[in-house]
């Protein structure tokens, strides 16, 4: 019986809304927490064309990391928060 509901359309609807609110949400805290990482990338511009692919390339692996946190707090809080119960 559990599944059935679980699986109904409302309950899907329900849980792709809370993964939409909780990209958003970690999303703006990432980019609260990371800025400036996009400021260092922005100001690579105002350097001098020689050194401005050294300033790219070692934000690389920032920018990396920023993503494999964001990407592993987002399926955390799905888990914990929307995978398996059933949303109102």
Not at 33 to 51: D, K, Q, R, T
Not at 62 to 67: E, K, L, R
Request: charged share 15%; glycine share 4%; net charge positive.
């Amino acid at each position: 019986m559990f599944l059935v509901v679980y699986n109904s359309r409302k309950q899907r609807y329900s849980r792709v809304i809370a993964s939409v609110v909780l990209v958003m949400k970690h999303v703006l805290r990432g980019l609260l927490f990371s800025w400036p990482l996009y400021l260092l990338a922005l100001a690579a511009y105002s350097i001098p064309e020689g050194s401005v692919w050294v300033v790219l390339l070692l934000l690389l692996p920032a920018m990396y990391i920023s993503w494999g946190i964001l990407n592993r707090s987002i399926k955390e809080d799905y888990e914990y928060l929307v995978y398996g119960y059933l949303l109102r």
